[in-house]
């Protein structure tokens, strides 16, 4: 949580964190920011005190915003800065130097947020030369800001709870969408006679997730088939909706710039072939052993293995026997969800990842099993929250049900 | 253009380019995979050579939409990487060292994409050491990525014609929906009776966009008033509207995964107070003057002088005569358009920038008055298209018209 920022700083030895990047698809700028839109400038936090936004004049609205302090890039005389450079690398330098003094800042500096890697490779490199008195640091696992962010406080998992209900209404208007098409033999087809394709359930979707005041920066997976067997397959807009086969619909919209949700339902139309019928309750049994397991203190490794072991007691293949089976489970099992899609926790299955869990993690369960040359893939996400407690608690509320009536 | 990228590589010296991080909000990832939708993996061009796509294999059937040659990154054993280092940045390292190898990488290279710029700059430190026969390399102006898709080719200004029709249907859709509100006193009304808020104005843009086959990952300013006259004041959804006040309606959509446009337009609901329509007949002159102006072969940074010398001639304050006004014209004149709202070509009027405008450059022009005191401000934005000829095209056919009749 946000209060955690000075403890894990003073953990790691940094005595000011420098976050920089527009807010989009950047989510420590969006954390550190509060929320404010921002298409540049900085957030500065000194240990022990508040963080500040550093913005261009034209941004000083949207800063208020973060209910920071905000401080006016003018303020640095970027004109003046620029001219008595040689070149932009330097001009950058001059305008770190200016306002880390200016905030009194010293010692080791962990620089955050999203840029171009060569870019920041140049210019962390020279501000680490050239400024007396910084030490610049990277962090290569979680950063700070990472960690502070994969536990959510109650005000962040009611948000997160919001855009639950918003993304489950969502399936749900797309399911009676596709409910009310008739069939022409196997084909759903429109009221003109034309097959319903993927495309046109797309549409709908794209649609939906507006109407709910979603955004789906990084879109969504509705799939069909042999794509519904390779997990991030999107789906093929030319592909004709028919019924008895797998669809796998993974959803991970979000409330403008603020929390996402992620949602993944298998469904079949009319009816289900037994060997899928088979797959998708080996699916459900292993989400259902694992959400009832997950406890804070746990190492969050540890999950990846007990699913494995449960679906390949099921007879299917796994990674933990074949590490590049392309058949059976063939991926990791969940991810944090907050400000991105995938955050902390990790749930790597590795020797590197020490994770425990705790108290005010949100995160996927989303065991699957797929078969490319039968042309079919199941999949079940929820997201779980670990209570105060410790215990879990599932914040998806839409039903299991694989067949959708016709 | 993409053909410019050995040329540009031949010029700077560079050997290879590693492009990495999600296609989201990172435009040199979506360019160099072709618009294949991967949460991660890697670009790698060598010099003369197609670009490869190495990813994670749930993504190689997305990855085939690049049309490039796709590696699955499992064959580099990713579990045996890891369980061999002794951290993670080990095993960065190793896995870089794995398929530069195998893809016969040696020499200069450059390293492009998003990614936070600590673990950037810890990883580029740790290849550039520890990868025999490998110098890396980053750029800090614009790179070469950069240029190549700053001159668009025909196919690529088709795209950016088709967002730029869906955006003008928004704008006018946008209109009509406000024409359609009936009026009490100044205030616009609901069919409840209830006034019109900017939030409701707000949620009937994003539908709209929706609608119209765009999504908005950075949003859209809508503002009023006071909030017009701070140019990224997005609009506080709390505001009445009402009539006589400017109105800055600047949207930057794109189709989905694909190319954005940018478009502003200012309106007052009803009349115009004189000095508003004054401001507003300054800003078009200007606009008109500007676009009239564009060549093949002028230094961009020219018009920013240009556009100043003409606002100024007409009684506003400009950041000519003093760079830290917030009256009169604030900011830059404008920026490249293309899988990124803001790219190259820049219009930055400092030494450094020794931009000079091509044919197939595609760009804003964006002067605005902004008076916060007196609550109004004004922007009007087109896109201009450098053709083959070097002479400028507007791609923006939008009427300007200040008053909205209601």
Redesign the interface.
Known sequence: MRQDLDRLMVERGLDALVV?G?V???P?MAYMANGA?L?GGYVVKRRGRAPVVLC???????ALASGLDVINL?RY???SI??A?S???D??VELHRRFLVDLGVTGRV????????????????ALDERLEGIT??????P?VIDEARATKDEGEVARIQDVARRTCAVVAQTVAYLQSHATRGDVLVEADGSPLTLGGVH?EI??A???H?L?????FIFSLGR?AA?????GCPDDVVSLGRTMVFDIFPRT??GYFFDLTRTFCLGFAPPEIEQAYADVLDCVRMLEESYRAGVETRRYQGMACEFLEGRGHPTVLSD??T?HGY??GLGHGVGLAV?EEPSFAN???NSTVLKSGHVFTCEPGVYYPDREYGVRIEDVIWIDAAGNPRRLTEYPYQLVIEM
């Open positions: 920089s527009p989009w698809a950047n420590a839109v298409s261009s004049p034209i941004e000083r609205g949207e003018a005389d970027l004109g620029t001219r450079s070149n932009e690398l001009a950058a962990g620089f955050y947020g999203m840029a171009d890697p060569g870019r920041s490779w140049l210019l962390l490199r610049v640091c990277g962090e290569f696992g950063t549409r794209r649609r997730i507006a109407q005041g955004e789906d920066p990084e879109g794509d390779i997990p991030h397959s999107r403008s710039g590490p590049r392309e063939v991926h995938q590795t020797v590197h």
